[in-house]
């Protein structure tokens, strides 16, 4: 179980330093050293520790025997969303900073694959070396075909910046058992055309465990009897170090993402899966929320826990070896079940936290008569707000803040919408409810499945349950490419491992008006499908704002004989630029990938753009980060062989949300069921504007928080006013932690170096350019450049 491996890594870290202080007059080189690959077991070992054992710990860091590095866990890095990305260096930046010990290299072992905007993250954090230890073949596509026992220095996004990587062949090493294994690694490398003087490897008796301290004495009588070649322990550290000293300036940059392999296990437990990406962005908003409405004082221990929650859920071990070929064993059963508890909490802990944010002007008493609606953003929004039933109102009557009546409707739910208009940046705005409707006139369409307003006109296919045609006045263009039989979110179902087995539901779906009205117009369709109860589609169309919503919900069934759950997006573009939205970076399929990447599927934070030179779409996914591009690709028939992934792939506007599988052989789970909910937004533009998809995908994924407030109530508004240029987003808005001002993440998404302007309500406060120490760096005032796609941390003080 997952507690017990914790407590025999604190056990290991105390075998290691027994160890270092046995062999401490050895010679240098064979003097005993252990490297600790992530932080979550000495996390919480250094928060039981006694005082006597936390000082040796410290001064065993101190003088080398022990090697910390960067990563809280060998995390799934795709999967994390933009902060909680940052936030998987935050243990080692408190560390070092706490005990003044440098950590400047990250370790990953097992998964292969990594997302690009983790360079901007180490930047952040001063990490300069990665050592990168992939499975030896399973599922890791060309991974070591093209970087095994290679080194790299890979650029951030920006270019500013670069980490040194270095892959060696072999992940896990156990071949000090004797001279003949280590002789035959290295005339294998030797016969290789290996390049380097020095070899990297990462000797380990296993998952989980423990120090082979026999290792000391093995280098000691290795060195006394042979010349050459020496062999040191040595830590991660030392050993990146060495390799830069000696082969810098001949290491060669790349610049791309690692698109990961292994984070379509997640799609093994989907529910759970979308509550953590929920998690992550709602903790996000809590954040800003907290900040810009001045509660103090600032839970930065309750925000850290939630925070290694949604953490631990992305770590990359799911569950037990047996999982597969044992589901219902107690073993399995219980490593899943505090798996799952990772999401269960961060989902708990992000919903307490951001309502926590609004406690001093909440009003709990019902009926409600005045709301606030929050904006957590740095530009003015207007978008949808839907109160829910559940919350008592004096009536359907919405007033705003000069007492006009704006448009409201009530639901067949019983809950009440309205469009909130020009909420302004990090602050909100006030309404009433009372008695009484406004008297807005509605006419239905004569056609029941086909929808159309000034803005769209929209075809919806009672055999598929898909939209068939979605055409956009503005542009004139249509959006659906319907030519295979399908649409927007049309299901399709792999029975097996075979996508050429692909089949569609199309057994009839039959839509339904449920509501329209001046606000919103919804549509609803339910049927039976393979490996499903029931699939429910649910069409929100806002009436007046320039987006569609799609909500999906498959009531599965369980089904452990191998399966693929995918829903179509089919788009009619006919020259695509495709750009996928990650953590901190943006990719174009192919162009800006390294070799050996993932393009089976990719692994997406927000959504993806598809355009052409006059038209495009944004597409969002809020709990479905997998994404194939073209075609369904999954899964690959012989999943240890690189020749069976893809070595290219052409751009291509047709879409496939990649939701459900359970084909691993171990790790992930076997089978998932009951209702899990999928909701995607799409909207039409014009040609590309890199800030309307940007700001658009944080919307969905950010929505306009609502408050019942008390009438006389002051609404606070945070200190930042805006940002501009448009292309520059905040990403992060919290306090620092030592009180004394906000700390503040952002980036450049343009193509071109931008000159930012931070808006401030009141005076000119200081600001400096941070990391993720939230040390004071150089000022910049409130103008600075920023590059395209550079990330950085501002530390602002009154």
Not at 442 to 466: F, Q
Not at 748 to 759: A, E, I, P
């Amino acid at each position: 179980m997952q507690s017990d491996v914790e407590k025999a890594h604190w056990k290991y870290y105390e075998q290691a330093i027994a160890a270092a202080r046995r062999t401490a007059d050895y010679p240098p080189e064979a003097r005993f050293k252990w490297n600790v690959e992530v932080l979550w077991a000495t996390d919480s070992y250094l928060r039981q520790a006694s005082p006597e054992q936390r000082d040796a710990f410290i001064a065993a860091v101190r003088r080398g025997d022990i090697g910390l590095q960067a990563l809280y866990g060998n995390e799934l890095t795709a999967l994390c969303r933009p902060e909680e990305l940052m936030r998987l260096v935050d243990c080692a930046v408190k560390l070092s900073s706490e005990y003044d010990v440098p950590i400047d290299t990250a370790m990953i072992s097992d998964v292969p694959g990594y997302t690009w905007g983790l360079m901007s993250v180490f930047a952040e954090a001063g990490v300069k070396y990665m050592s990168i230890g992939p499975n030896g073949g399973h599922r890791i596509g060309y991974t070591l075909r093209e970087w095994g026992d290679r080194a790299f220095y890979w650029k951030s996004p920006s270019g500013k910046h670069r980490v040194l990587c270095w892959v060696p062949r072999v992940g896990y090493w156990r071949g000090f058992r004797g001279t003949d294994e280590l002789l035959r690694y290295l005339n294998e490398a030797e016969a290789s055309g290996y390049p380097y003087d020095l070899v990297q490897l990462r000797f380990c008796l296993g998952d989980n465990a423990g120090p082979g301290v026999e290792l000391s004495d093995l280098v000691r009588d290795w060195n006394a009897r042979y010349a050459y070649p020496k062999l040191i322990i040595a830590t991660a550290s030392e050993t990146m170090h060495a390799l830069e000293a000696r082969y810098g300036d001949q290491i060669e940059e790349v610049a791309g993402d690692f698109t990961p392999y292994w984070e379509d296990g997640a799609a093994s437990s989907a529910l759970e899966t979308g509550w953590n990406r929920d998690a992550a962005e709602r903790l996000t908003q809590a954040e800003a929320l907290w900040t810009f409405l001045g509660r103090k004082p600032f839970p930065d221990d309750r925000f850290d826990a939630a925070w290694r929650n949604a953490l631990l859920y992305d770590e990359h071990t799911w569950g037990a070896h047996n999982s597969i070929r044992e589901p219902d064993s107690e073993f399995a059963k219980g490593q899943w079940a505090v798996k799952r508890e990772f999401a269960v909490q961060a989902k708990k802990q992000s919903e307490e936290l951001l309502a926590a944010a609004t406690d001093a002007i909440r009003n709990p008493s019902q009926p409600v008569e005045s709301l606030a609606v929050f904006n957590s953003e740095t530009w003015r929004r207007t978008d949808l707000v839907v109160l829910p039933a559940s919350l008592g109102r004096a009536g359907d009557e919405v007033l705003d803040e000069v007492g006009r009546t704006i448009p409201s409707q009530r639901l067949a739910d019983g809950s009440l919408a309205f469009v909130a208009e020009d909420i302004p940046p990090l602050a909100g705005k006030r309404y009433r409810l009372t008695t009484g409707a406004p008297k807005v006139e509605v006419r239905p369409s004569e056609k029941p499945r086909v929808y159309d307003d000034p803005l769209r006109t929209i075809e919806l296919d009672d055999a598929t349950g898909s939209l068939v045609s979605y055409v956009d006045k503005r542009t004139k263009r249509q959006l659906v490419d319907a030519q295979r039989g399908y649409g927007f979110g049309a299901y399709i179902y792999v029975p097996g491992r075979d996508p050429n087995t692909a089949a569609l539901a199309a057994d009839g779906f039959p839509w339904k008006l449920v509501d329209t009205g001046p606000v919103v117009t919804i549509y609803e369709s339910r049927g039976p499908a393979a490996g499903c109860r029931e699939i429910v589609r649910r069409l929100l169309i806002p009436a007046r704002l320039d987006y569609v919503i799609l909500e999906i919900v498959l009531d599965k069934i369980a089904v452990r004989e191998k399966e693929g759950v995918h829903l179509a997006f089919p788009f009619k573009i006919d020259e695509p630029t495709v750009r996928m939205d990650l953590a901190w970076a943006t990719i174009r399929p192919e162009v800006d990938q390294l070799p050996g990447a993932c393009k089976n599927y990719f692994t997406v934070s927000r959504g993806v753009d598809i355009a052409d030179a006059q038209f495009g779409v944004t597409w969002f996914t809020r709990q479905a980060p997998l994404v194939q591009l073209g075609e369904i690709r999954t899964d690959v028939a012989t999943p240890f062989s690189p020749d069976v992934w893809l070595k290219t792939i052409e751009p291509s506007a047709r879409l496939f949300s990649y939701v459900m599988n359970n084909y691993w052989e171990t790790n992930y789970k076997a089978d998932q069921e009951g209702p899990t909910p999928f909701v995607y937004a799409i909207r039409p533009h014009g040609p590309y504007r890199v800030s309307e998809s940007k700001r658009f995908l944080m919307e969905r994924s950010h929505p306009l928080i609502v408050v019942p407030i008390r009438g006389e109530s002051a609404l606070p508004a945070g200190i930042l006013a805006g940002v501009e240029p448009d292309e520059a987003t905040v990403e992060v808005l919290r306090p620092t932690r030592d009180g004394a001002g906000w700390f503040v993440q952002m980036i450049n998404h343009g193509d071109r170096r931008v000159n930012v302007r931070l808006h401030f309500r009141e005076g000119e406060p200081a600001v400096y350019r941070s990391n993720l120490a939230e040390e004071k760096g150089e000022r910049l005032g409130s103008t600075f450049p920023l590059d395209s796609l550079e990330a950085i941390s501002l530390r602002i003080e009154p």
